[in-house]
């Protein structure tokens, strides 16, 4: 094994991702450490990450109290936003050159407002990737149906894209035939497939959250062997979920669609494990990377959870270990009435829910700092 097990961890297939940005560790040399020491190759934002590293310090002051009046909260977080994100870019160019674009990229997402909506999410993502102007931008649109049919246009305009709020393996489906028919599109019009890069972001974490809630419940009202049989599921659902959605990669990355794609240079869509930290603290706080390990696959951690991987993460490939066990899981979990769809169709409208409050706060927190910064 490396010295540094976030190498192994590399080294085993799985590109490492930092699910956070601000503009300290953008110029203070940690994130252009964590890269040289770390084997950081890439990095994602969303609206909650932004509004943390907005609420806190001083650090955007001068770029806020700079900015003309006329910039509505929307514009002004996208000025922002976009300034940290075209750093990023430029701190993972190295990556990015030396991987010849299958790495190094730094996610910026579109508000959750437009996640139902095609047309107003692909005039966001142009909008965003005009303004950031890098390579090795990745524009994060949610993984609705509406945000497929985007995805499809955006793969077509020769753009990366990073699928989001990924939770159930239809939807993953879903957005891997908008990825392929966009390259068939982007083809069919003679353009070039092999400079676009594309993750499919499956969560993971909540998904056990959701769940444990529901046995928790159902082991409350049963006895025996019933309460051991319910309670022995706790804690398993999410990893056999995102090893399912593995397989379903797997799957649809084979064959003569995507063989020929393949020929004229189109990248994998690689799955992207998200949500890997552990919420419940009785659980390992870093199972969610041990039991995701395998290549062609990137995980986006929080700080904490890299520090914690570096001290004492485990790599083996599990990510295909079993899929017979996995499968298994899913079918227990449906004997005893919990329903995987209507478990994901919340999860989702939740997370929706979550990030569209997020940009409501940060938006409405820069109208006030704007406000006493130009007073």
């Not at 430029?90 to 050159?97: A, C, I, N, P």
């Not at 995102?242 to 063989?259: C, D, I, S, T, V």
Request: overall charge negative; aromatic content about 6%.
């Amino acid at each position: 094994m490396a010295d540094n097990r976030l190498d192994a961890l590399h080294d085993a297939g799985q590109s490492i991702w930092l699910d956070f940005i601000d503009r300290g560790i953008l110029r203070n040399g940690d994130l252009a450490r964590r890269i040289r020491d770390d084997a950081l190759t890439g990095m994602t934002s969303n609206p909650t990450i932004f509004e943390k590293a907005l609420a806190e310090g001083t650090a955007y002051d001068d770029q806020l109290r700079g900015a003309t009046t006329r910039l509505s909260a929307m514009e002004l977080f996208e000025l922002v936003e976009t300034s940290d994100v075209r750093d990023a870019c430029d701190l993972f160019r190295s990556v990015y050159d030396a991987t010849n674009g299958d790495d190094g990229y730094v996610s910026i997402e579109v508000s959750p407002g437009s996640a139902n909506n095609a047309k107003e999410t692909v005039a966001e993502a142009q909008r965003l990737w005009a303004m950031v102007d890098r390579p090795n931008v990745m524009i994060k649109v949610p993984g609705t149906a509406e945000g497929a049919l985007a995805v499809r246009q955006l793969i077509a305009a020769g753009m990366n894209v990073n699928i989001t709020l990924l939770f159930a393996i239809d939807a993953h489906a879903r957005v891997i035939d908008a990825y392929l028919t966009g390259l068939e599109d982007r083809l069919a019009a003679g353009k070039p497939i092999h400079t676009g890069a594309s993750v499919a972001s499956f969560f993971v974490s909540r998904v056990d959250t959701e769940i444990d809630k529901r046995l928790d419940a159902l082991a409350a009202n049963a006895i025996g062997d019933e309460k051991s049989r319910i309670q022995s599921l706790r804690g398993r659902a999410a990893i056999a979920n995102a090893q399912l959605a593995y397989k379903l990669f797997l799957q649809e990355f084979a064959g003569p669609r995507w063989e020929k794609l393949s020929a004229a240079g189109a990248r994998l869509q690689r799955p992207l494990w998200a949500s890997t930290s552990s919420k419940n603290p009785a659980y390992r706080d870093v199972m969610y990377v041990e039991q995701l390990v395998g290549p062609n696959t990137v995980n986006t951690m929080p700080p904490a959870t890299i520090d914690a991987f570096r001290d004492h993460g485990e790599i083996h490939r599990t990510v295909d270990a079993s899929f017979d066990a996995a499968e298994e899981v899913i079918h227990d979990l449906a004997a005893i009435g919990i329903d995987m769809t209507e478990v994901t169709d919340k999860l989702l409208k939740e997370g929706l829910a979550s990030f569209q409050k997020s940009f409501e706060t940060l938006t409405a927190g820069l109208e006030k700092k704007r406000a006493t910064l130009t007073d």
